[in-house]
């Protein structure tokens, strides 16, 4: 089960500076335009210990010559991540 947003910045604000490290295994760009969709595989650890792993998926647009990040959303498991 996943945190409540109050939950899940309460995590994060009372972790260790340092200790949550998601660390990002492949990454997938799309473009077309001033449209573009990234999509990146991520193993994430508290500490030296593993958490979970997932696919993080970002949706950007170019405004004014910069890219912004409009929309992320992102999945979790804790199976079949390490093999």
């Given at each position: 089960?996943?945190?409540?947003?109050?939950?899940?910045?309460?995590?994060?604000?009372?972790?260790?500076?340092?200790?949550?490290?998601?660390?990002?295994?492949?990454?997938?760009?799309?473009?077309?335009?001033?449209?573009?969709?990234?999509?990146?595989?991520?193993?994430?650890?508290r500490g030296v210990e593993f958490?979970?792993?997932?696919?993080?998926?970002?949706?950007?647009?170019?405004?004014?010559?910069?890219?912004?990040?409009?929309?992320?959303?992102?999945?979790?498991?804790?199976?079949?991540?390490?093999?």
């Open positions: 089960m996943r945190p409540t947003s109050n939950g899940f910045i309460e995590s994060v604000a009372g972790s260790e500076p340092g200790t949550l490290i998601e660390e990002i295994l492949y990454i997938s760009v799309n473009v077309d335009g001033d449209l573009a969709t990234a999509w990146m595989d991520y193993h994430f650890y958490s979970h792993c997932g696919v993080n998926s970002m949706n950007l647009i170019r405004k004014a010559g910069e890219w912004k990040i409009f929309s992320i959303v992102d999945t979790r498991r804790t199976e079949g991540c390490l093999d």
